[in-house]
């Protein structure tokens, strides 16, 4: 497997002539399925989960709709050194008001800090006997998403991926942040832990593919493909603990996704 490259999920400094970009009119998000419908299904524990049905069709539709007015680039045929080859049109905006609608609007902010191991039989086992001890949970939820859930990452990324659009593989990085919570005026040095991807559309190809790291019980690992599903979100580790991974190429269709990160305190 060749060296897999960064990816960029930095936003760009605003210059002079480029002043920074004013964040869309968003449509609400409703109408939204019951918290207790929704499931953070591990794929691969501690490294990838899924929520099927985060988002609902109608609402995805309507999204979709509303994105094709936004100001898309496509990226560059070429990218810059130590960047993965990633061929599709974006927009990027810094918009801590959509991250928040994104967290705490949605079933998210309960299934990543509250029921995040509901679907691990170990814990519920313990369920079945007595109440998780609180300091144990707490730990526990700190190892999972790798510190104290804040947020999300206010910079938000709209990625359209057309017939024969394509991310080679890649890793994504952890970035340092200076968070700001919607509650309060103080900040709070932060950094991403996880990946954050909403699918609005399904297509054919286009699928999120993991390639696990070889170890000696497992020299030749599968890799692990997520099909593109209308409103699912999908979550998967960055950093150093992120595995290589790529968009493959849309065969059909488009493929529409919403991008964010998962922040915690540092």
Not at 25 to 52: A, K, S
Not at 146 to 158: A, F, K
Request: with cysteine; glycine share 6%; charged share 25%.
């Amino acid at each position: 497997m060749p060296k897999p490259k960064k990816s960029d999920p930095k936003p760009p400094p605003p210059t002079r002539q480029q002043p920074p970009t004013q964040p869309p009119n968003w449509p609400p998000l409703r109408p939204l399925l019951p918290t207790t419908d929704l499931r953070l299904t591990p794929l691969v524990p501690d490294q990838i989960y899924l929520i099927r049905n985060f988002l609902p069709a109608t609402l995805c539709k309507t999204y979709a709709s509303f994105l094709l007015n936004l100001p898309l680039t496509t990226t560059p045929g070429r990218p810059k050194k130590d960047e993965a080859v990633r061929v599709n049109d974006r927009f990027q905006v810094q918009d801590a008001r959509f991250a928040e609608m994104l967290w705490g609007g949605t079933a998210l902010r309960e299934l990543v800090l509250e029921r995040f191991d509901e679907d691990e039989e170990e814990y519920e086992d313990e369920r079945k006997g007595r109440e998780e001890d609180e300091q144990a949970k707490t730990q526990k939820l700190r190892e999972t998403w790798g510190g104290q859930p804040l947020g999300l990452n206010p910079n938000i990324r709209i990625y359209r991926y057309s017939k024969g659009q394509f991310f080679a593989q890649h890793y994504d990085e952890s970035n340092t942040l200076t968070y700001n919570p919607p509650s309060t005026t103080k900040s709070i040095p932060a950094l991403t832990t996880w990946t954050l991807l909403i699918y609005l559309t399904t297509c054919t190809g286009g699928e999120t593919v993991f390639y696990p790291d070889a170890t000696r019980a497992h020299p030749n690992p599968e890799p692990i493909a997520v099909a593109p599903e209308v409103g699912m979100a999908l979550l998967h580790r960055h950093g150093d603990r992120c595995m290589v991974h790529e968009g493959r190429v849309v065969t059909g269709g488009e493929k529409w996704v919403v991008r964010s990160d998962l922040v915690v305190a540092r």
